[in-house]
């Protein structure tokens, strides 16, 4: 795809007036700089193949567990974490842990699988994930952090670059900023090729704004480091937007990618200089739908209907009748409900609406609990 100028149109355009560069993580070309997020409980090889098949260039895996990866059997229900599709690359596997011996034999795993990118979480702010001393309470402890990164980095070959995902700090404390800094200066020293930068703290969770200027700040510090940009990404303009006020090299879509895989074309479409594009019909979200379930239940099996449920109360948000919509996929349990229910509300082909970012906003429930992520 050719990166150009948009001219000006009735439809504001929030993105550089020159257009976004490719991105590319260290050998790893990823190209379009609007990427799919890992999402815990949600970024199974499914949600990744219909975000890339509508503009996603990149995607992450749902985050994995060091201990899960070191004792994980090939049975059916670990399918998701351990088989990765022919049309999912590049593709990155992210990894969580509390021990440095642990995070590198997880992932040494995670090249065994096939990953084109290996990435650290120091960024979760779930409560159970704290307690154990993994994810966001690494940005706690530098020392910790850092013999982390150096041994993922010791044992993933050389061509397989290393990344890591932070929160800009534990809190608002002073303290916490000069750790996130001195953490992220000693990565980049020890040889990761770029690192996700959320714009909240650990202690907001998702609630509050994210602070795009701290982003601003990290890239300017950074300079040709690359530095990618998360937090408040509902709309393809905000994505454009968060690239022009910040500097940053890409921005990685999470919650706003739930139920709404076409923020990805749309943002090509506005980069390219097109207004931007209507919301989907309901016949070209009942077809991207069934086929999210149909390749969901070819990973999940039985279980498909119950999981499924989640990522359907979140496309009814772009029909005109979400409310009641999301009612009835919320009792979906099975394949003949899930039909059940598309036969009846997405007959017609009718507009779209475009979801209302305000249906994210506060919202501390996408990040699952830990128990839940290696189900």
Known sequence: MQFRAAPHAATPAAHPATGPSPLRIGGVDIGFPVVQAALSGYSDGPMRLIARRLGASYALCEVMLDQFLIAVKNRQRNRRFLEIAAEDHPVGGQLMGAEPD????????????GYDVIDINFGCP???????????????????????????RDVVPAHIPVTVKMRRGIDDRPESEDHFFRILEGAFAIGIAAATIHGRTVVQRYVGPSRWDFLRKVKSWAGSRIILGSGDLFTPHACLKMLEETGVDGVTVARGAIGNPWIFSQARALVDGQPLPAPPSLWEQRQVISEHYRLAEQLHQERCGPLM???GIKYAALHPQHLEVREALARVKCRADWDRVLAQ???????????????????????????????
């Open 102 to 113: 642990q995070f590198a034999a997880g992932a040494r795993r995670l090249v065994e699988v």
């Open 126 to 152: 779930v409560k159970k994930v704290l307690g154990r001393c993994r994810g966001g309470f690494h940005l706690s402890q530098p020392e910790v952090a850092l013999e982390i990164v150096q041994r993922t």
């Open 309 to 311: 449920r989640k990522f």
């Open 345 to 375: 509300w997405y007959c017609e082909d009718l507009p779209g609406v475009h979801p209302d970012p305000k249906i994210h906003v506060g919202s501390n429930a996408t990040c699952q609990e830990e128990s839940d992520m290696q189900a």
